[in-house]
């Protein structure tokens, strides 16, 4: 009877708690501990290095520069079948005028240059001209304006146009004298404006454009709230102090051309209002306003059919585009395609980078097991010394062994001095090992041969001596008997230290740059030419996040034959 | 290997005269090469060697005599022929010819292998040494050479007439005086950096040794969630090549040094070191984890619950009981991440500017663009100082070793 009531009532801890429980709690606070200690640096690592790491792989995909500096034509392309028609039409070439005009007083329209350059060499030139040939059609109007009347040619008179002065306490919707007004156009050219700098710039929602003004002129109200938001937010200046934008003077001419607006515009009111049923009637007159031929005129670029292509087929806000260059192959309107053959360089390289790095690897597995073997194999007295001459260079500065190296192989170096002091070689026929393949993986062979004997060494330790000698005593040859006993057993070794080995030079950058000359680089050097020099991001980012795939894929391995925990240093 | 137990016995003149022989031919093919008269060069050398041989064995002298003998005839031979540097390279040769001959005849190469080796064992397991050691000589030649060439009165890379000659003229300490910036000429960059190198790796290494060590310390208890990706994720910045970890750090430390100088007001260069320090403290984390946590593998757990049970409270448990076992590992990560900040380049190049130029920076800027022969004496005092560290970890080693060996198992 007793026993079973025992059974059944739970085991009590010594505070009267029962035990599961108790254990439990205990556990759990373990568990804290440890994530208490472990948090700060976890956090420290994952700020300053997980964290900055995704982001650039992030920009490998991303590509919002076309659709922020150029919205409207983004929007505008999205009409145009480009496997049929062979130019778009009107309102793309309106829209590009628009949208270059903003980019180019932002002084962005050579970073979206920049950025189409990469995809179809020569557009960076179209755009830099572009930027400075833009502002010259709105110029020759504002003159034609301005012989109309010169109140044209003052900010005031488009401020009492379209500036409804508005009162905070008043509703949104209506400025101080009761007149309807449009917040929506100022907020959306505010988003236009943050869309283009990449800023956060915020008005309050009450600021507004005159509503009937907008409806009657809205081409000119939208670029007239752009022209405010820029100049104030981002010149911190009023409008008043400069030229009025040459934009606003196309734009007007545009809509009091537009039959569309006709009636809108007869039935303004207001002091402006009979200035511009005036220069309606004059401008009427001119010619219609074709931003086709005005884009032709701005740049000749503009009336062939590439540079359209080019934004269409990048405008899209994430791309693989830079994945494809990556790996030699672009984006074009049938879907992916090889580059042409002079573009060509990067499968190639990462090819070499491959290719050269298993060549290092295997030079150091056929160096290192001997020296692994000898130094495993010998009195420990003798073995400590001889690991001096492995553990200094592995703990010599990288720059110093690769000026080593390039002291060394030059010219003039001292491997050829010798040579040639010995007669060997001729002294106009030096031999050239640096500067190409050869240099390269001589001096990473001598850079990575302690990251492979050492992992080897500690596998050739833990092999019991006896094994070898059982063999031969069966009747085992020496060959036999390394070959069919030892060597099996050395194999994690060789393995750990490959990988390693192999990791560590598929990403070197130091020492090829410095005794690589051009053949002998690898993809690291590239990806440091994109980030300093071609300032080409999203490939680097993108041929970043291959070379890490790569490494991770090879660490995976590293972990399952090796595990991370034993790794030892020194 | 074996002790040494094997009889040895004199070889026959047969079994000497031919490898003797042999030698000659080699010694001769090569200098007979380097004046342009192979063959003559071989014949002379195998009559030279076989002779030396044949007087050295048959002489009325003793062994030592008749080294001393060869030795002294070789460096006045070398020296008669050009100068006292070749002296005293004939001199080293002939004391290797003397020794390698009575070597041979004595037949002590047998002395320390075993009794029931076959010649072509013999033989192989003395080309295997050979061999080995041609890999040691690649090791550390490279290390070696850049020594004495750092001492060059020349602007040259390599070895001037009058260096092999011995000549003192031939060698000053020019290059070291560019490099402390003490020589009319230089520009004092070097010095700059260097010290621009003393005060980021220190601090980079103290942020890395203290977050690493706690976190080691949280990673060995037992019950960890989710240890292996938390020890992924730590162990990553070694793991991941270092030019896509500068790239990364690249496009966010411009963004928080931006944010650092505008928001914060800090002063441009204090962002500068904030930003390399970080970058660098980083990338030596993992080292300290590594070292760290394989010292806390052996750690007896039942001494913190005894200093415990003793009343002692988990700070005092932990810097009198834990810290002082785990010590050499705590300062052997240290190193690790000293040596990683003090030899990094890559990042440092992407992140920082001018103004935090490093040693391996200069050095690197040094060998790509104006090549400089005080990278060498730069390299030479950076060899010294790697021999310092490997000195110092050697002690720490042992030192762990003793107090593993005294806490009970």
Known sequence: MMPEQTSNTPLLAADGTPLRQSLSRSLRRQKLRALFLIAPLLVFVMLTFVVPIGNMLFRSVQNDIVSNIMPHTVAALENWQAETEPLPDETAYKAAFFDLFAAAKAKEHTKLGARLNYEQTGISSAFRKSGRAIMKPGKELAKTFQKIDPAWGKAETFIALFDASFDANFDANFDASGKKTNTSLNQSQLARLNQLKGEQYIVPETKGIAADAARALPMTAREFSYWTLFTELEKNKSITEGKVWEALYVALADDLQNPQNAAAIASLSGPIASLVKTSAREISQQPRIDYTKIMGGVNKGWSERIIWETIKLHSSVYTGGYFLNAVDMRKTLDGPAIQPESKQILLNLFQRTVKMSLIITISCILLGYPIAWLLANLPVRTSNILMILVLLPFWTSLLVRTSAWKVMLQQQGVINEVLVWLGIVATDNRLEIINNQIGTITAMTHILLPFMILPMYSVMQTIPPSYVRAAKSLGATNWTAFWRVYFPQSIPGIGAGSILVFILAIGYYITPEIVGGTDGVFISNRIAYHISRSLNWGLAAALGAILLAVVLVLYWAYDKIVGIDNVKLG | ?409
Request: include cysteine; aromatic fraction near 12%; proline fraction near 5%.
């Open chain 2, 1 to 409: 290997m074996m002790a040494a137990t094997t009889p040895i016995s004199r070889k026959p003149l047969s079994f000497v005269l031919p490898i003797m022989g042999a030698v000659g031919l080699l010694v001769g093919l090569l200098i007979g090469t380097s004046n342009g008269i192979s063959g003559m060069g071989a014949l002379i050398g195998v009559v030279i060697f076989t002779a030396i041989c044949v007087i050295a064995i048959r002489a009325p002298l003793n062994e030592k005599g008749v080294r001393w003998f060869i030795t002294a005839a070789f460096f006045l031979a070398g020296w008669g022929l050009n100068n006292i540097a070749l002296g005293l390279l004939g001199g080293f040769i002939g004391a290797f010819t003397g020794w390698f001959i009575f070597w041979l005849y004595e037949g002590r190469y047998r002395a320390k292998l075993l009794p029931y080796l076959t010649p072509a064992q013999v033989f192989w397991h003395y080309s295997f040494r050979v061999i080995c050691g041609a890999i040691f000589i690649f090791l550390i030649s490279p290390i070696i050479v850049v020594m004495p060439l750092s001492f060059n009165a020349q602007d040259f890379f390599t070895f001037t007439e009058k260096m092999l000659a011995l000549d003192p003229a031939g060698y000053s300490l020019k290059h070291y005086a560019d490099f402390l910036g003490i020589r009319d000429d230089s520009n004092g960059e070097w010095i700059r950096s260097f010290w621009n190198s003393l005060i980021i790796a220190p601090l980079a290494t103290l942020i890395s040794v203290s977050l690493g060590t706690l976190a080691a310390i949280g990673l060995s208890q037992s019950h960890v969630p989710a240890k292996r990706i938390i020890m992924a994720i730590l162990i990553s910045p070694m793991i991941v090549p270092l030019i896509i970890s500068a790239t990364g750090m690249f496009f966010f430390y411009a963004t928080m040094g931006n944010f650092m100088e505008l928001q914060l007001g800090l002063n441009k260069d204090l962002v500068g070191y904030i930003k390399v320090i970080l970058a660098h403290a980083v990338l030596g984390i993992p080292f300290v984890i590594i070292t760290v946590t394989a010292t806390l593998v052996g750690f007896d757990r039942s001494l913190t619950q005894a200093a415990a049970s003793m009343g002692a409270g988990p700070v005092t448990t932990f810097f009198k009981v834990q810290m002082p076992l785990i010590f050499p590992g705590v300062i052997s990560g240290g190193l690790f991440a000293f040596i990683t900040s003090f030899d990094e380049v890559v990042v440092v190049m992407f992140i920082g500017s001018a103004s935090q130029k490093t040693l391996p920076w200069q050095m690197f800027l040094g060998l790509r663009e104006q090549i400089s022969p005080t990278i060498l004496a730069v390299a030479t005092i950076l060899v010294a100082l790697s021999i310092a560290l490997l000195t110092t970890l050697e002690l720490l080693r042992r030192r762990s070793e003793r107090l593993r060996g005294m806490s009970p198992a």
